[in-house]
T-cell receptor
Framework: GALVYQYPRRTICKSGTSMRMECQAV??????VAWYRQSPQKTFELIAL?????????EQNFTQEKFPISHPNLSFSSMTVLNAYLEDRGLYLC????????????FGEGSKLTVL | GDSVTQTEGQVTVSESKSLIINCTYS????????LFWYVRYPGEGLQLLLK?????QKGSSRGFEATYNKETTSFHLQKASVQESDSAVYYC??????????????FGKGTLLTVTP
């Protein structure tokens, strides 16, 4: 079946440092990967959509300068949170669209970022 | 813009009792919204519980049901008899299946369901 793995599961970093998280799809192709964030007391919000061999599309309030994304092949994507501060803490999820146009996303377990 | 509202942040239900988690949606940009319930069990990732693409249809999975009501813009989640294993956080979500953005989901804030023995 389709599975999505994310790592690390948890990271604690000092304010002003950076954190890289990875997303791997197993059993199906991740032509596109959607990165979401759930901040404390908030719901999931889309950061960006990454598509292999295409430009990465960032949502309003999120930039490549802050959240650079790499998507080198059909099974792997990574995103870095640069210069992390308190407002960047939360759970980061990667979601991969399933086969066919079903609208379903397969999510990883998430990478939880704590900023000290 | 698009939004999803879940009025209950937390719900506690006794085992074998019925459950309803409310969800309403609003969209100004999506001509044919599709609706989802995702669930996150403790220690696990976010996973799809059920989805409905067409207004008026009902989706069901694992004993849960939800009907896409376009008139009331609602997609309430119901279960006739809950079990302790249903304890989880439930998220209602709105998608744009036909608009070419099937990766972009608008989520509600989630409802934490606790089922007590």
């Amino acid at each position: 079946g389709a599975l999505v793995y994310q790592y690390p599961r948890r990271t604690i970093c000092k304010s002003g440092t950076s954190m890289r998280m990875e997303c791997q799809a197993v059993g199906f192709q991740a032509t596109s990967v959607a990165w979401y964030r759930q901040s404390p007391q908030k719901t999931f919000e889309l950061i960006a959509l990454s598509t292999v061999n295409s430009a990465i599309k960032y949502e309003q309030n999120f930039t490549q300068e802050k959240f650079p994304i790499s998507h080198p092949n059909l099974s792997f994507s990574s995103m870095t949170v640069l210069n992390a501060y308190l407002e960047d803490r939360g759970l980061y999820l990667c979601g991969v669209p399933g086969l066919g146009n079903t609208g379903q996303l397969y999510f990883g377990e998430g990478s939880k970022l704590t900023v000290l | 813009g698009d939004s999803v509202t879940q009025t209950e942040g937390q719900v506690t239900v006794s085992e074998s009792k019925s459950l309803i988690i409310n969800c309403t949606y609003s969209t100004t940009s999506i001509a044919y919204p599709n609706l989802f319930w995702y669930v996150r069990y403790p220690g696990e990732g976010l996973q799809l519980l059920l989805k409905v693409i067409t207004a008026g249809q009902k989706g069901s999975s694992r004993g849960f049901e939800a009907t896409y009501n376009k008139e009331t813009t609602s997609f309430h989640l119901q279960k006739a008899s809950v079990q302790e294993s249903d304890s989880a956080v439930y998220y209602c979500a709105l998608g744009d299946l036909y608009g070419g953005s099937n990766y972009k989901l608008t989520f509600g804030k989630g409802t934490l369901l606790t089922v007590t023995p």
